[in-house]
Protein backbone atom coordinates (compact mmCIF):
# COMPACT_ATOMS: atom_id res chain seq x y z
CA UNK A 1 0.00 0.00 0.00
CA UNK A 2 1.52 3.54 -0.74
CA UNK A 3 1.48 6.20 1.71
CA UNK A 4 -0.50 6.70 4.50
CA UNK A 5 -4.27 7.86 4.13
CA UNK A 6 -5.44 11.35 4.32
CA UNK A 7 -7.52 12.15 7.38
CA UNK A 8 -10.32 12.45 6.06
CA UNK A 9 -10.53 9.19 4.32
CA UNK A 10 -9.06 7.46 7.85
CA UNK A 11 -11.64 9.26 9.77
CA UNK A 12 -14.31 8.12 6.90
CA UNK A 13 -13.37 4.64 7.26
CA UNK A 14 -12.89 4.53 11.20
CA UNK A 15 -16.43 5.85 11.43
CA UNK A 16 -18.17 3.17 8.91
CA UNK A 17 -16.49 0.25 10.12
CA UNK A 18 -17.13 1.15 13.85
CA UNK A 19 -20.79 1.69 12.81
CA UNK A 20 -20.85 -1.30 11.33
CA UNK A 21 -18.97 -3.46 14.11
CA UNK A 22 -21.96 -2.26 16.36
CA UNK A 23 -24.48 -2.40 13.94
CA UNK A 24 -24.07 -6.00 12.99
CA UNK A 25 -24.10 -7.12 16.89
CA UNK A 26 -20.07 -7.66 17.10
CA UNK A 27 -20.22 -5.99 20.62
CA UNK A 28 -21.98 -8.71 22.39
CA UNK A 29 -19.31 -11.34 24.18
CA UNK A 30 -22.26 -13.38 24.79
CA UNK A 31 -24.06 -14.11 21.41
CA UNK A 32 -22.89 -14.15 18.25
CA UNK A 33 -24.20 -11.31 15.55
CA UNK A 34 -26.41 -14.53 14.06
CA UNK A 35 -28.04 -14.93 17.62
CA UNK A 36 -26.32 -18.44 18.22
CA UNK A 37 -26.15 -17.80 22.96
CA UNK A 38 -22.04 -18.58 22.37
CA UNK A 39 -19.19 -15.79 21.84
CA UNK A 40 -18.13 -15.53 18.32
CA UNK A 41 -14.57 -17.22 18.98
CA UNK A 42 -16.61 -19.51 20.37
CA UNK A 43 -18.22 -20.32 17.02
CA UNK A 44 -15.57 -19.72 14.85
CA UNK A 45 -13.72 -22.62 16.91
CA UNK A 46 -16.76 -24.67 16.55
CA UNK A 47 -16.83 -23.68 12.96
CA UNK A 48 -13.24 -24.62 12.06
CA UNK A 49 -13.18 -27.75 14.07
CA UNK A 50 -16.41 -29.13 12.73
CA UNK A 51 -14.72 -30.85 9.28
CA UNK A 52 -13.13 -32.82 12.05
CA UNK A 53 -10.09 -32.92 14.81
CA UNK A 54 -6.35 -30.53 14.31
CA UNK A 55 -3.68 -29.91 16.74
CA UNK A 56 -4.47 -27.25 18.98
CA UNK A 57 -1.63 -25.10 17.33
CA UNK A 58 -2.92 -25.53 14.12
CA UNK A 59 -6.37 -24.34 15.28
CA UNK A 60 -4.74 -21.22 17.27
CA UNK A 61 -3.44 -20.96 13.73
CA UNK A 62 -6.41 -20.70 11.60
CA UNK A 63 -8.03 -18.30 14.25
CA UNK A 64 -4.74 -16.42 14.33
CA UNK A 65 -4.65 -16.27 18.03
CA UNK A 66 -1.66 -16.85 20.64
CA UNK A 67 -0.92 -20.00 22.05
CA UNK A 68 -2.50 -18.97 25.57
CA UNK A 69 -5.60 -17.55 24.26
CA UNK A 70 -6.24 -20.83 22.29
CA UNK A 71 -5.40 -22.65 25.24
CA UNK A 72 -8.47 -20.99 27.26
CA UNK A 73 -10.62 -21.40 24.34
CA UNK A 74 -10.44 -24.90 24.33
CA UNK A 75 -10.90 -25.17 27.97
CA UNK A 76 -14.14 -23.42 27.35
CA UNK A 77 -15.36 -25.28 24.66
CA UNK A 78 -14.51 -28.67 27.01
CA UNK A 79 -16.31 -26.73 29.90
CA UNK A 80 -19.22 -26.66 27.73
CA UNK A 81 -19.28 -29.96 26.82
CA UNK A 82 -18.71 -29.23 23.08
CA UNK A 83 -14.96 -30.67 22.58
CA UNK A 84 -12.61 -32.45 23.92
CA UNK A 85 -9.17 -33.20 23.88
CA UNK A 86 -6.50 -36.41 23.22
CA UNK A 87 -2.34 -36.99 22.52
CA UNK A 88 -1.92 -37.47 18.60
CA UNK A 89 -1.82 -41.25 18.00
CA UNK A 90 1.21 -40.35 16.07
CA UNK A 91 3.28 -37.58 18.20
CA UNK A 92 2.03 -37.91 21.92
CA UNK A 93 3.15 -34.74 22.49
CA UNK A 94 0.83 -33.19 20.36
CA UNK A 95 -3.22 -32.55 21.64
CA UNK A 96 -5.86 -32.65 19.04
CA UNK A 97 -8.72 -31.07 19.78
CA UNK A 98 -12.15 -32.41 18.33
CA UNK A 99 -15.95 -31.78 18.96
CA UNK A 100 -17.86 -33.85 21.21
CA UNK A 101 -21.38 -34.72 19.41
CA UNK A 102 -23.12 -32.16 21.43
CA UNK A 103 -20.27 -30.15 19.22
CA UNK A 104 -21.04 -30.76 16.15
CA UNK A 105 -24.56 -29.84 17.04
CA UNK A 106 -23.75 -26.62 18.00
CA UNK A 107 -21.16 -26.15 15.15
CA UNK A 108 -24.43 -26.97 12.79
CA UNK A 109 -26.68 -24.25 14.64
CA UNK A 110 -24.02 -21.73 13.90
CA UNK A 111 -23.83 -22.62 10.49
CA UNK A 112 -27.38 -22.47 9.57
CA UNK A 113 -27.28 -19.10 11.38
CA UNK A 114 -24.84 -17.96 10.10
CA UNK A 115 -26.07 -18.65 6.40
CA UNK A 116 -28.75 -17.17 7.60
CA UNK A 117 -28.06 -13.98 8.80
CA UNK A 118 -25.67 -13.21 5.48
CA UNK A 119 -27.94 -14.55 3.08
CA UNK A 120 -30.25 -11.61 4.59
CA UNK A 121 -27.65 -9.17 4.57
CA UNK A 122 -26.47 -10.11 1.55
CA UNK A 123 -30.29 -9.17 0.15
CA UNK A 124 -30.17 -6.15 1.17
CA UNK A 125 -26.96 -4.89 -1.10
CA UNK A 126 -27.89 -4.11 -4.50
CA UNK A 127 -27.12 -7.51 -7.10
CA UNK A 128 -24.57 -4.56 -8.83
CA UNK A 129 -22.85 -3.67 -5.93
CA UNK A 130 -22.63 -7.23 -4.63
CA UNK A 131 -19.02 -8.67 -6.48
CA UNK A 132 -17.65 -4.56 -5.11
CA UNK A 133 -18.54 -5.94 -1.38
CA UNK A 134 -16.79 -8.95 -1.52
CA UNK A 135 -13.74 -7.60 -3.48
CA UNK A 136 -13.12 -4.72 -0.04
CA UNK A 137 -14.69 -7.50 1.98
CA UNK A 138 -11.21 -9.74 0.59
CA UNK A 139 -8.98 -6.19 0.57
CA UNK A 140 -9.88 -5.78 3.93
CA UNK A 141 -8.87 -9.49 5.21
CA UNK A 142 -5.41 -8.73 3.58
CA UNK A 143 -4.74 -5.81 4.93
CA UNK A 144 -5.22 -6.91 8.04
CA UNK A 145 -2.95 -9.53 8.37
CA UNK A 146 -0.04 -9.43 10.34
CA UNK A 147 -1.01 -6.01 11.88
Not at 21 to 31: C, H, M, P
Amino acid sequence: MSGRPDDASAEAFSDAFVRFVRTFGLLDADRTPCGAPLSTAEAHAVTVLRPGRMSQRALGERLNLTKSTTSRLVDQLMTRGWADRSADPTDGRVQLVGLTEHGRRVAADVARRRADRLSTLLDRVPKAQRPAVIRALRLLEEASRDL
